[in-house]
């Protein structure tokens, strides 16, 4: 009979990869496959530093802005989007691009045009500086979008017409603190044009649920992705309010047993940039120490995949 002590892990599910994801990381290896390496990528494709480095094994070279590639290489737009800037500079310069922006970013993107067309002031809900904020930003002309992070900003926004104001977010959010911003903003201005649907994409939201269910049973949830990842970020956040000691990790390596003492049920999940890999590792080097119990909870049941481009779409 095993001596190790007992630990039942509780699996997220869903958990790791989302459709946008999944289909950034084909675009780069498809990419890659078609016209041989060098690949340039404007932006860590998807944050997280597993995939970066392993796509840079595979030959893609990953820059902060166009004007590091050479422009008779493939360069990819990442996941996040880009400012229109960037794609009219790359057709400026004869160079051929890929766009990976996940098609729920360019559904904000393009929300964010049909406001703005119909003379709305526009306020975005997100956070200052994450790319896909500063490529939202980037639709439009300087000053046409003002940034909200938080209900205190909400509180104190200030438009030129308050009966003429439209919202969209980041899709990567806390459901829950976004919930509160636009209800401040809703107060403030009952007229306020909102998405058809919630920005806040679907992989996002249903992460965070299946982290509630399982963190109101866990004493600890570990949370697998990078700390520049704004949904894996959000997960850990959501765990902890959720009522669970929750730590965010890039691998097992990260994992500290000192938060386990006394532990008998450990939560599980990955964010939507993680490979599922990691959360295979993860249950191995507990499995070193413990003896586990493997309970996989089901939240939600995911469907959505999405095309690849045209020019990339037709390779096996």
Sequence with gaps: MSTRPQLTVLLATPRGFCAGVDRAIQIVERAIGKYGAPVYVRHEIVHNRHVVERLKALGAVFVEELEECPPDRPVVFSAHGVPKAVPAEAKARK????????????????????????????????????????????????????????????QVFAPRDPANVAFVTQTTLSVDDTAEIVAALRARFPGIAAPHKEDICYATTNRQEAVKTIAARSDVLLVLGSRNSSNSVRLAEVGRRAGAAAYLIDDASGLDFGWLEGARTVGVTAGASAPEVLVQGLIDRLAEVFDITLDEVEAARETVTFKLPRVLASQS
Excluded: F
């Design 95 to 154: 160079m051929l691009y890929l766009d990976a922006t996940c098609p729920l970013v360019s559904k904000v993107h393009v929300e964010a045009q049909r406001h703005h067309d119909a003379g709305r002031e526009i306020v975005l809900i997100g956070h200052a500086g994450h790319p896909e904020v500063v490529g939202t930003m980037g639709q439009l002309p300087e000053g046409a979008v003002a940034l909200i992070e938080t209900v205190e900003d909400a």
